[in-house]
C-alpha cells in the first residue's frame, strides 16, 4: 500500500507542475504576443493588469529595464535570466499569501528579454505543496484506519480459529476415547480448515465403519461359529464315552472331522477376503480375457450342472480383455455358478454371458429359479448372511461376500437384480487399454 502511495504522490506532484510551468510559458507568450502588437506601453500596462489582480501573492509579474529597476509589477528585483527556472519567495518577493505558509514555497519562473526590458512570469508552488499535504494527511488517516480495521479483523478471525480450533480438539479427544459417532464441528465451511475438517470426519466415519464391520465379523463368527463347535464337542464326547464302553467311534470322529474342516474353511475363506480387500493382489493383475475365462468355466461346470438336472447355458462371442487377477476372477464367476446350481429347483436354467459396450465389459450369470427378494438383496454380500432361503442348503454364507470383494479389488460394478423369474448377478468391468 505505501508503494502505491508513493508512486501516486510522486505523479500527482509531478503533474501538477508540469501543468504549472505551461501555465507560466502560456502567460509570458501572451505577455510576448503584446509586446508585438502594442509595444511597451501596451506590455506595461499588462504587467501591471495582472500584478493588481493577484490576490494571494502566488503569482508574479514583473517588469525591468536594463538597469534592474522594476518599472511595475508585484516582485522584487529579478536577475534578468532568460527560459525557466526556481527561485525561492525571498528571492522573488517578499509578500506573503495571506495563508498561513512559511514562506518557504518555489516560484517557477519563466524570463524573457522584449527589447530593452525584461519580462518575467511566476507561479508559486503553493497550492501544490496544500495538494501534497492533504495527499499525505489522507495517506496517514486511511493507512491508520486500515491498521484499526485489520487488527480488529485480525482479532476476530483469531477469536474465532481459535474458537474453532477448540471445538475440533473436544470432537478429537472424544474421537481418540473412543467415541466414533462424534462429528467434528466446522466441515461446511469454505476454507482450508473446513476441507481438513472434512477430511477427518470422513476418516471417523470410515474408521466406524470398519469398526462396525469388525464388530458384526465378530459377532458374525461367535454367532455361526456356534453351533459347528457344539456339534463337534457333542460328536467328540461321543467318541468319548464310546471309547471308554468299547463302542464303535470311527462314526462320530468322522464326523467331528467333517465339522473340523468346516470351521477350517470358514477361516480359510475369511482369510482370503481380508487379503483381497487389502488389495495386496493388485500386484498380481495381467491381462485376462473374460470371454475365454467364462468358456472355461462353462466346460468344467456344465457337466456338474447336468448331473444336479440343471442347465447350463453360455452366451459370449467376442473377446474383451481386462486387467486383473486371473484366478481370483474365476473363483467370482465360479462362487456365482455354484451358487446357481445350488440354490435353483431342478430343471433351472443358469446362463454365463457377457457384452461388450464401449470401454467396458458386462459379465453376468443369470437363472430363472426363485430369485432373492429385494429386502435381501442389501444384504446378500455381508459376511455371514443367508436368507431365509438358504438357510436349509449348505455352506458358509461367504461366497457373495468374497464376490463382492473382488470385484470390488477390480473397481467393478457388482449389481443383484430380478431376472423374472430368478436372479442376474451382473458384473461391469473396465476394459484394459491397447497397448
Given at each position: 500500500?505505501?508503494?502505491?502511495?508513493?508512486?501516486?504522490?510522486?505523479?500527482?506532484?509531478?503533474?501538477?507542475?508540469?501543468?504549472?510551468?505551461?501555465?507560466?510559458?502560456?502567460?509570458?507568450?501572451?505577455?510576448?504576443?503584446?509586446?508585438?502588437?502594442?509595444?511597451?506601453?501596451?506590455?506595461?500596462?499588462?504587467?501591471?493588469?495582472?500584478?493588481?489582480?493577484?490576490?494571494?501573492?502566488?503569482?508574479?509579474?514583473?517588469?525591468?529595464?536594463?538597469?534592474?529597476?522594476?518599472?511595475?509589477?508585484?516582485?522584487?528585483?529579478?536577475?534578468?535570466?532568460?527560459?525557466?527556472?526556481?527561485?525561492?519567495?525571498?528571492?522573488?518577493?517578499?509578500?506573503?499569501p495571506?495563508?498561513?505558509?512559511?514562506?518557504?514555497?518555489?516560484?517557477?519562473?519563466?524570463?524573457?528579454?522584449?527589447?530593452?526590458?525584461?519580462?518575467?512570469?511566476?507561479?508559486?508552488?503553493?497550492?501544490?505543496?496544500?495538494?501534497?499535504?492533504?495527499?499525505?494527511?489522507?495517506?496517514g488517516?486511511?493507512?491508520?484506519?486500515?491498521?484499526?480495521?485489520?487488527?480488529?479483523?485480525?482479532s476476530?478471525?483469531?477469536?474465532?480459529?481459535?474458537?474453532?480450533?477448540?471445538?475440533?480438539?473436544?470432537?478429537?479427544?472424544?474421537?481418540?476415547?473412543?467415541?466414533?459417532?462424534?462429528?467434528?464441528?466446522?466441515?461446511?465451511?469454505?476454507?482450508?480448515?473446513?476441507?481438513?475438517?472434512?477430511?477427518?470426519?470422513?476418516?471417523?466415519?470410515d474408521?466406524?465403519?470398519?469398526?462396525?464391520?469388525?464388530?458384526?465379523?465378530?459377532?458374525?463368527?461367535?454367532?455361526?461359529?456356534?453351533?459347528?463347535?457344539?456339534?463337534?464337542?457333542?460328536?467328540?464326547?461321543?467318541?468319548?464315552?464310546?471309547?471308554?464302553?468299547?463302542?464303535?467311534?470311527?462314526?462320530?470322529?468322522?464326523?467331528?472331522?467333517?465339522?473340523?474342516?468346516?470351521?477350517?474353511?470358514?477361516?480359510e475363506?475369511?482369510?482370503?477376503?481380508?487379503?483381497?480387500?487389502?488389495?495386496?493382489?493388485?500386484?498380481?493383475?495381467?491381462?485376462?480375457?473374460?470371454?475365454?475365462?467364462?468358456?472355461?468355466?462353462?466346460?468344467?461346470?456344465?457337466?456338474?450342472a447336468n448331473?444336479?438336472?440343471?442347465?447350463?447355458?453360455?452366451?459370449?462371442?467376442?473377446?474383451?480383455?481386462?486387467?486383473?487377477?486371473?484366478?481370483?476372477?474365476?473363483?467370482?464367476?465360479?462362487?456365482?455358478?455354484?451358487?446357481?446350481?445350488?440354490?435353483?429347483?431342478?430343471?433351472?436354467?443358469?446362463?454365463?454371458?457377457?457384452?461388450?459396450?464401449?470401454?467396458?465389459?458386462?459379465?453376468?450369470?443369470?437363472?430363472?429359479?426363485?430369485?432373492i427378494?429385494?429386502?435381501?438383496?442389501?444384504?446378500?454380500?455381508?459376511?455371514?448372511?443367508?436368507?431365509?432361503k438358504s438357510?436349509?442348503?449348505?455352506?458358509?454364507?461367504?461366497?457373495?461376500?468374497?464376490?463382492?470383494?473382488?470385484?470390488?479389488?477390480?473397481?467393478?460394478?457388482?449389481?443383484?437384480?430380478?431376472?423374472?423369474?430368478?436372479?442376474?448377478?451382473?458384473?461391469t468391468?473396465?476394459?484394459?487399454?491397447?497397448?
Amino acid at each position: 500500500m505505501a508503494v502505491v502511495f508513493a508512486a501516486m504522490y510522486w505523479l500527482i506532484g509531478r503533474q501538477l507542475r508540469s501543468q504549472l510551468e505551461s501555465s507560466v510559458a502560456a502567460e509570458l507568450a501572451e505577455l510576448s504576443s503584446e509586446w508585438q502588437a502594442h509595444g511597451f506601453d501596451g506590455l506595461r500596462d499588462m504587467v501591471r493588469q495582472h500584478a493588481e489582480q493577484v490576490k494571494d501573492a502566488n503569482s508574479v509579474f514583473v517588469l525591468q529595464g536594463l538597469d534592474g529597476e522594476v518599472i511595475t509589477g508585484n516582485a522584487n528585483r529579478i536577475p534578468p535570466v532568460v527560459g525557466r527556472r526556481k527561485l525561492g519567495r525571498q528571492d522573488v518577493t517578499a509578500q506573503l499569501p495571506e495563508r498561513d505558509v512559511d514562506g518557504d514555497d518555489t516560484f517557477y519562473l519563466a524570463g524573457a528579454m522584449l527589447g530593452d526590458y525584461f519580462v518575467a512570469v511566476g507561479e508559486s508552488d503553493d497550492d501544490i505543496g496544500e495538494i501534497e499535504e492533504v495527499l499525505i494527511n489522507g495517506f496517514g488517516f486511511a493507512l491508520f484506519v486500515t491498521t484499526l480495521l485489520s487488527l480488529a479483523a485480525g482479532s476476530l478471525l483469531s477469536r474465532r480459529m481459535q474458537v474453532r480450533i477448540h471445538e475440533i480438539r473436544t470432537a478429537l479427544e472424544r474421537v481418540a476415547a473412543g467415541d466414533l459417532k462424534q462429528a467434528i464441528p466446522g466441515s461446511d465451511s469454505h476454507d482450508d480448515v473446513g476441507e481438513v475438517v472434512g477430511l477427518v470426519n470422513k476418516t471417523v466415519r470410515d474408521l466406524r465403519g470398519v469398526m462396525d464391520s469388525v464388530q458384526q465379523i465378530s459377532n458374525d463368527i461367535a454367532h455361526d461359529l456356534k453351533r459347528p463347535l457344539g456339534r463337534l464337542q457333542s460328536q467328540l464326547e461321543l467318541a468319548y464315552e464310546g471309547s471308554k464302553l468299547g463302542d464303535d467311534i470311527q462314526q462320530p470322529l468322522a464326523e467331528a472331522l467333517a465339522q473340523t474342516l468346516h470351521i477350517q474353511r470358514v477361516f480359510e475363506a475369511l482369510l482370503r477376503i481380508a487379503q483381497i480387500e487389502s488389495g495386496a493382489r493388485r500386484a498380481r493383475f495381467r491381462p485376462v480375457d473374460i470371454a475365454a475365462l467364462l468358456g472355461d468355466l462353462h466346460e468344467t461346470f456344465e457337466p456338474v450342472a447336468n448331473d444336479a438336472n440343471r442347465k447350463l447355458l453360455l452366451v459370449c462371442d467376442n473377446p474383451a480383455t481386462i486387467s486383473g487377477d486371473e484366478e481370483l476372477l474365476t473363483q467370482l464367476f465360479a462362487n456365482l455358478v455354484e451358487n446357481g446350481i445350488c440354490h435353483t429347483p431342478e430343471g433351472s436354467t443358469i446362463t454365463l454371458g457377457m457384452e461388450v459396450a464401449g470401454a467396458s465389459a458386462k459379465a453376468w450369470v443369470s437363472d430363472n429359479g426363485g430369485g432373492i427378494s429385494e429386502a435381501d438383496r442389501e444384504f446378500i454380500t455381508q459376511r455371514f448372511y443367508r436368507s431365509d432361503k438358504s438357510r436349509t442348503v449348505g455352506g458358509s454364507g461367504l461366497g457373495l461376500s468374497l464376490v463382492a470383494a473382488v470385484a470390488s479389488l477390480h473397481d467393478a460394478t457388482l449389481e443383484f437384480a430380478d431376472n423374472h423369474p430368478g436372479l442376474i448377478v451382473s458384473i461391469t468391468f473396465r476394459l484394459a487399454k491397447a497397448p
